[in-house]
């Protein structure tokens, strides 16, 4: 407001949740009885904000409403119709129209202002989403600050996107356009000093300049311990495939923890990337993965997106298991959602499919996977995420793959099925486990006394209560005795404070424990220990 506003005014950020009360932000707002409320709207918030605004609008009859966001960029016509208490939209970039919005308000000034869409005698005006040229000011001040509470941090050094992903609106915001790199330097420090633990950039492809790339990852690496807490990490979206053998160098050079990669793969089907605009060598990418989970210094997050062209059943399950036997930190398997603005949804002739008109707008079937696949896709998640994403059975889901010989996918499609027919909606981690012991003690080439260490060395490395259900707990009645000899001894003694979780395991003799003081910064685990008596 400061850098493009000739008004003084008095602004206040006031935040809220999806998973809030709407009655609750609603009280917060009103209280402060403002002249114009801004509401941002994102496909995962705009229908509680359609009902937030109206309650505003109801409640402060003279007060402005401006939406803006991607929710309502390039669909504004369709917003104002609907909401009649909304009484603008800025469309696009809205750091330079929102000033001059206000501007307007307060001192009818006459200054243009793009990208504004609203009313006028009956008729909807609108404007094209708004594009800045140059880097936008720094939203970062003391009261941001003072507001963060340690909580996650996002950091913008550039703007747009070098690929046009038919699915995706990044590439719509213009050319990319890089902020000064001092600039970016010392927000990074900024950011890092505020007492969060995760600075996440959300620069689309953060590497899509590879020199700006390898110089910033240096000043994270060189910087860490010293302008950056030991405790921080810095979380980068990235194309694998256009990483060199330098920046892999450095990446592997960096502190173990320091740095997180979000690698987005979409598909392993050429054919499907191809149509969708998504430039991606297949095999470079591949290996570039590899070669970055060797150190194993760096927690990598990868992805794959369900219901795109071209992409049937059978070839997602290609798609699934390479992208699961690249052995990353998280496989994310998420589906196609049809955004306003983005390609797929506006050209409907090249991209047929049946997706919900309710947000996200996900899509429902296509010519290739039908809804009853997406559904089998679903519980394949469900399975997936409980499994494995969740960090609490990585070990026992390695096992019953080596002993069963099923594939990734064949494994998480049956378990993933069973699960949906014998559980609730909501179901404990220890119901869950029961149900998982069960399940998978009667595949063929199981050895269910095996499985059971598996499960527990698993929860005891994940669940820093130390506590084990009663479906994996080992009776021995010298299980006290075994555990005092074995604690007797100097390296496996208990730090005073530290809280431990220990048990025996039935398949040999031994013990596991784990003390639940430091997570390894990249997996999440707690450090197992075993011991033979």
């Not at 400061?2 to 609603?26: A, D, M």
Request: with cysteine.
């Amino acid at each position: 407001m400061k850098t493009y506003s000739s008004e003084e005014y008095n602004c206040k950020v006031i935040e809220g949740t999806i998973n809030e009360p709407i009655e609750k932000v609603f009280e917060r707002i009103a209280a402060e009885k403002p002249d114009l409320i801004g509401l941002s709207c994102y496909i995962w918030n705009i229908n509680p904000v359609k009902t937030l605004g109206e309650m505003l609008k109801n409640f402060l009859p003279e007060s402005i409403v401006v939406l803006g966001g991607p929710e309502v960029s390039y669909n504004p016509k369709d917003v104002l119709k609907e909401c009649s208490w909304c009484d603008y939209i800025i469309s696009g970039e809205g750091e330079y129209p929102f000033a001059c919005l206000c501007d307007f308000i307060k001192s009818g000034s006459v200054k243009p202002i793009p990208g504004l869409c609203y009313r006028k005698d009956g008729k909807i005006i609108i404007s094209e989403p708004y594009v800045m040229e140059g880097e936008p000011p720094s939203p970062y001040c003391e009261k941001y600050f003072e507001s963060l509470k340690g909580r996650i941090t996002y950091l913008e050094t550039s703007r747009g996107c070098p690929y046009s992903c038919a699915f995706c609106l990044s590439g719509r915001c213009g050319s990319v356009r890089f902020f000064d790199i001092e600039r970016a330097k010392s927000e990074m420090l900024l950011l890092a000093k505020s007492g969060t633990q995760t600075v996440k950039l959300v620069d689309r492809t953060f590497n899509a300049n590879k020199a700006r790339a390898k110089e910033l990852w240096r000043f994270v690496i060189d910087e860490h311990g010293k302008g950056i807490p030991k405790n921080v990490c810095f979380h980068f979206e990235i194309a694998g495939d256009i990483l060199d053998d330098e920046s892999i160098e450095i990446l592997n050079s960096a502190p173990k923890g320091s740095i997180q990669l979000e690698i987005g793969m979409q598909s392993f089907n050429e054919k499907t990337l191809a149509y969708i605009n998504r430039k991606t060598n297949t095999e470079k990418l591949i290996q570039n993965i590899k070669k970055l989970l060797s150190p194993g210094n760096l927690h990598i997050h990868i992805d794959l997106i369900a219901g795109l062209p071209f992409e049937d059943l059978e070839s997602f399950e290609r798609s699934f298991d390479i992208g699961y036997n690249l052995r990353s930190n998280m496989l994310q398997l998420g589906f196609l959602k049809l955004l306003h603005g983005a390609q797929m949804r506006e050209d409907s002739e090249k991209y047929p499919c049946i997706f919900s008109k309710e947000p996200p707008y996900e899509v429902i079937s296509t010519q290739w996977t039908d809804e009853n696949d997406l559904l089998l896709l679903h519980k394949i998640e469900d399975a997936l995420e409980r499994l494995c994403n969740s960090g609490r059975f990585i070990g026992t889901v390695d096992y019953v793959l080596e002993s069963t010989g099923l594939s990734p996918f064949e494994f998480f499609k049956k378990f993933g099925i069973y699960v949906a027919e014998h559980s609730k909606p909501l179901v404990s981690l220890d119901d869950y486990t029961e149900m998982a012991f069960g399940y998978l003690s009667k595949l063929e080439g199981i050895e269910p006394s095996v499985l059971k260490d598996k499960m527990i060395c698993d929860r005891l490395c994940s669940n820093s209560s130390g506590k084990l259900p009663a479906v994996l707990k080992v009776t021995d009645p010298e299980i006290k005795k075994i555990r005092l000899a074995i604690e007797s001894e100097e390296e496996n003694r208990r730090k005073p404070g530290i809280k431990r979780g220990f048990s025996l395991l039935e398949s040999e003799k031994a013990a596991v424990f784990a003390d639940y003081e430091n997570k390894d910064p990249v997996t999440g685990k707690f450090v197992l220990k075993k011991v033979y008596y």
